[in-house]
């Protein structure tokens, strides 16, 4: 199958292109975006994948669904476009950046200077029909990005995984802990930071000083 997405993912997951879950799921989101509005655009289905390649991967935050409201979604997990205004959990991952690392609140929302840096913005399903929040999920999308982060966790060492909430820490329990560095807290919704599980985690200065510590550039949040 031909799948439009960075050359080094590509020869990393071409297998997984023709297992026939990811034809069948390919085939139902090429007709949810014929007959309905979905997001992200098609273009930007892989932007996590074509902004980051595999072999540049040192961090993974992986989030659940993309946004589900208008010219939101951009491809990255918890990014918006420029110019959009920021949804509760990322408002509240800007706060955290301010504190642990005493960084402006930003502008814009667009996570892509991360993902050039080498964070993989993974959503665990990487589209959606508009307004409907989860209305692409079990249709393979969860197989596919499983498969993604078991061939980080195989195939590389040293990257940090940024675990957030119930549902991130459940997709990424099958990392190789002996080989990467595994952060969890709870996430960064409304629902949890309020509650005091987001808030103060360190996560961002945690995993610029692992970086430091194994010889790589740390990342300019």
Request: hydrophobic share 35%; proline share 5%; aromatic share 12%.
């Amino acid at each position: 199958m031909d799948i439009k997405i960075e050359r080094s993912w590509y020869k990393i997951l071409k297998d997984e292109f023709e297992e026939d879950y990811f034809i069948s799921l390919i085939e139902f989101v090429k007709n949810e975006y014929r007959e309905n509005t979905c997001y992200p655009k098609g273009k930007e289905i892989f932007k996590a994948f074509d902004a980051c390649p595999f072999d540049k991967v040192k961090v993974v935050i992986i989030g659940q669904d993309p946004y589900h409201g208008p010219n939101q979604a951009n491809g990255l997990c918890f990014s918006v476009h420029k110019g959009i205004q920021h949804p509760p959990s990322l408002i509240n991952i800007f706060k955290e950046l301010e504190n642990d690392v005493q960084k402006s609140y930003p502008d814009n929302g667009d996570l892509s200077s991360w993902a050039e840096q080498g964070v993989l913005l993974l959503n665990a399903t990487l589209t959606v029909r508009s307004g409907q929040a989860g209305s692409h999920q079990k249709k393979g999308w969860e197989r596919f990005t499983d498969a993604v982060i078991a061939s980080l966790s195989e195939n590389q060492q040293n990257i940090v995984f940024l675990l957030w909430g119930g549902f991130a820490k459940q997709k990424g329990s099958k990392i190789d802990r002996n080989k990467h560095l595994i952060l969890t807290s709870g996430h960064p919704s409304p629902l949890s930071a309020n509650r005091g599980y987001w808030f103060g985690n360190k996560h961002f200065s945690k995993a610029n000083d692992y970086l430091i510590q194994i010889g790589k550039t740390p990342i300019t949040w």
